[in-house]
């Protein structure tokens, strides 16, 4: 099975900075496409960036653009999240995530179509 691992959630003030990371173990070949979900306590797990690694494009939900930077060192085999300009709505579990199914946007794809998961890495941000 491929694992995924999470790192780099954590506590920062408004307006801090984090780095997350995605290392895959045991993989035979990537996905169509990578992602980065959240989901807060009581609220479902939205979609905040994704990758589609045949040629690196990338898409961003609007709560997130210009702040917030998806991208991938294939040499290391990791997903990577910057986060910038933190807002306490920013505040959930993290995690990423793998799609094999190809022929549809990774922008338009379902958590129920990522069928490789993290095990999610906390991220809060005080005001």
């Known amino acids: 099975q491929v694992q995924l691992v999470e790192s780099g959630g954590g506590s920062v003030q408004v307006g801090g900075s984090l780095r997350l990371s995605c290392q895959a173990f045991?993989?035979?070949?990537?996905?169509?496409?990578m992602a980065w979900f959240r989901q807060a306590p009581g609220k479902e797990r939205e979609g905040v960036a994704n990758?589609?690694?045949?040629?690196?494009?990338?898409s961003y939900a609007d709560s997130v653009k210009g702040r917030f930077t998806i991208s991938r060192d294939n040499a290391k085999n990791t997903l990577y999240l910057q986060m910038n300009s933190l807002k306490p709505e920013d505040t959930a579990m993290y995690y990423c995530?793998?799609?094999?199914?190809?022929?549809?946007?990774?922008?338009?794809?379902?958590?129920?179509?990522?069928?490789?998961w993290g095990q999610g890495t906390q991220v809060t941000v005080s005001s």
């Open positions: 990758i589609y690694t045949p040629d690196s494009g990338t």
């Open positions: 045991g993989y035979t070949y990537s996905p169509y496409c």
């Open positions: 995530a793998g799609s094999y199914s190809p022929g549809r946007l990774c922008s338009e794809r379902r958590p129920d179509e990522y069928t490789i």
